[in-house]
């Protein structure tokens, strides 16, 4: 394992001097830096997290990606992350990555250079190989996000079954006809590719076929509810039921179909995913996915402080349990 003496070595400056670097010392110079930075990506070379403490080098500050803030999904798992890290003597810092590979990259790169101790992904945009070479500069936690090759813990939600269950109850509503919202093509390591595997399966054995008119990608808000909602009054023949994905589009959806005078559920059922507040106060209540949020939030934060406190963490899934709430709009 490389040590602060061959960062030194190699970058030809003085330990000292390579010491002020990782304090983020005010007079070193911006070549020195460039030069010690090097020369920790030759080596390999991250400074040990239980040192830097002793040192009061640690941040005590945690990242934490998010999609969208203005989601109340990660806005209440952002909540509770705040909270179990500030009992920890902890702070958080919130990205948003707006979906974006590069801004996602960007704050990753916040790893890199000591400016937070480690950071919990609440969504990826990026392929895990890119985002894989930050595990040396800090842990990364995943939350709400799964990724098959990564090897790092996650926290996450069964979201095949949760989607499955809420399919399921449709057609045991009697529907056949059912809409579907998702975030990504039905690709094999796409986007939503866990829901969306939930969906054909509950579909294949209702004996039901998938109708690609009826399947709306890349959906993710109120607004984007009012459109699914208008698309399919286009339709001359229309799915008398959706599966919206979110609570958010299920109340988009709700809006324009009672202004377009749809009765809900006996022109069309809809349900949601997340039990958010606002599925209760939603007319007729929502019927939707609960997940337990606070949960998520906790067990990321635990699992994370412990890698940060060299604490042995196994790389494994935390399968958290979900639940299908029935409610009015079904």
Same mark, same amino acid.
């Given at each position: 394992?490389? %040590?602060?003496?061959?960062?030194?070595?190699?970058?030809?400056?003085?330990?000292?001097?390579?010491?002020?670097?990782?304090?983020?010392?005010?007079?070193?110079?911006?070549?020195?830096?460039?030069?010690?930075?090097?020369?920790?990506?030759?080596?390999?070379?991250?400074?040990?997290?239980?040192?830097?403490? $002793?040192?009061?080098?640690?941040?005590?500050?945690?990242?934490?990606?998010?999609?969208?803030?203005?989601?109340?999904?990660?806005?209440?798992?952002?909540?509770?992350?705040?909270?179990?890290?500030?009992?920890?003597?902890?702070?958080?810092?919130?990205?948003?990555?707006?979906?974006?590979?590069? +801004?996602?990259?960007?704050?990753?790169?916040?790893?890199?250079?000591?400016?937070?101790?480690?950071?919990?992904?609440?969504?990826?945009?990026?392929?895990?190989?890119?985002?894989?070479?930050?595990?040396?500069?800090?842990?990364?936690?995943?939350?709400?996000?799964?990724?098959?090759?990564?090897?790092?813990?996650?926290?996450?939600? &069964?979201?095949?079954?949760?989607?499955?269950?809420?399919?399921?109850? $449709?057609?045991?509503?009697?529907?056949?006809?059912?809409?579907?919202?998702?975030?990504?093509?039905?690709?094999?390591?796409?986007? &939503?590719?866990?829901?969306?595997?939930?969906?054909?399966?509950?579909?294949?054995?209702?004996?039901?076929?998938?109708?690609?008119?009826?399947?709306?990608?890349?959906?993710?808000?109120?607004?984007?509810?009012?459109?699914?909602?208008?698309?399919?009054?286009?339709?001359?023949?229309?799915?008398?039921?959706?599966? %919206?994905?979110?609570?958010?589009?299920?109340? @988009?959806?709700?809006?324009?179909?009672?202004?377009?005078?749809?009765?809900?559920?006996?022109?069309?059922?809809?349900?949601?995913?997340?039990?958010?507040?606002?599925?209760?106060?939603?007319?007729?209540?929502?019927?939707?996915?609960?997940?337990?949020?606070?949960?998520?939030?906790? +067990?990321?934060?635990? @699992?994370?402080?412990?890698?940060?406190?060299?604490?042995?963490?196994?790389?494994? +899934?935390?399968?958290?349990?979900?639940? $299908?709430?029935?409610?009015?709009?079904?």
């Amino acid at each position: 394992m490389p %040590t602060i003496t061959d960062v030194a070595k190699l970058a030809g400056l003085s330990k000292t001097t390579v010491s002020r670097v990782l304090n983020n010392h005010p007079y070193v110079s911006k070549e020195n830096k460039v030069l010690v930075q090097k020369a920790m990506e030759q080596l390999g070379y991250s400074p040990n997290p239980s040192a830097r403490r $002793l040192r009061g080098q640690l941040t005590c500050t945690i990242g934490v990606i998010v999609p969208r803030i203005v989601n109340p999904f990660f806005s209440y798992l952002v909540n509770s992350i705040e909270k179990v890290a500030y009992k920890n003597n902890y702070q958080v810092l919130i990205f948003q990555s707006d979906e974006n590979k590069e +801004k996602e990259l960007n704050f990753l790169n916040l790893l890199k250079i000591k400016q937070v101790d480690g950071i919990i992904m609440t969504s990826i945009e990026n392929e895990w190989d890119s985002i894989e070479q930050y595990t040396k500069y800090g842990p990364i936690m995943l939350c709400n996000e799964y990724v098959n090759n990564a090897k790092v813990p996650m926290v996450r939600l &069964d979201q095949s079954e949760g989607t499955y269950i809420g399919i399921k109850h $449709l057609i045991e509503r009697g529907h056949k006809k059912i809409g579907y919202c998702t975030g990504g093509l039905f690709a094999e390591d796409g986007k &939503d590719k866990d829901r969306n595997q939930g969906y054909q399966k509950a579909l294949k054995e209702a004996g039901i076929a998938i109708n690609p008119n009826w399947i709306f990608v890349n959906q993710h808000s109120i607004e984007d509810g009012k459109q699914v909602m208008n698309q399919i009054l286009t339709l001359n023949d229309r799915p008398t039921a959706i599966f %919206t994905g979110s609570d958010e589009i299920a109340g @988009g959806v709700m809006i324009e179909a009672k202004k377009h005078g749809l009765k809900i559920p006996d022109d069309i059922a809809i349900i949601g995913f997340d039990d958010q507040p606002i599925a209760e106060l939603l007319e007729p209540a929502l019927t939707t996915i609960r997940q337990p949020i606070d949960q998520m939030g906790e +067990k990321a934060v635990e @699992g994370l402080i412990a890698m940060l406190n060299n604490q042995e963490v196994q790389i494994k +899934k935390i399968d958290l349990p979900i639940q $299908l709430v029935i409610r009015k709009s079904t």
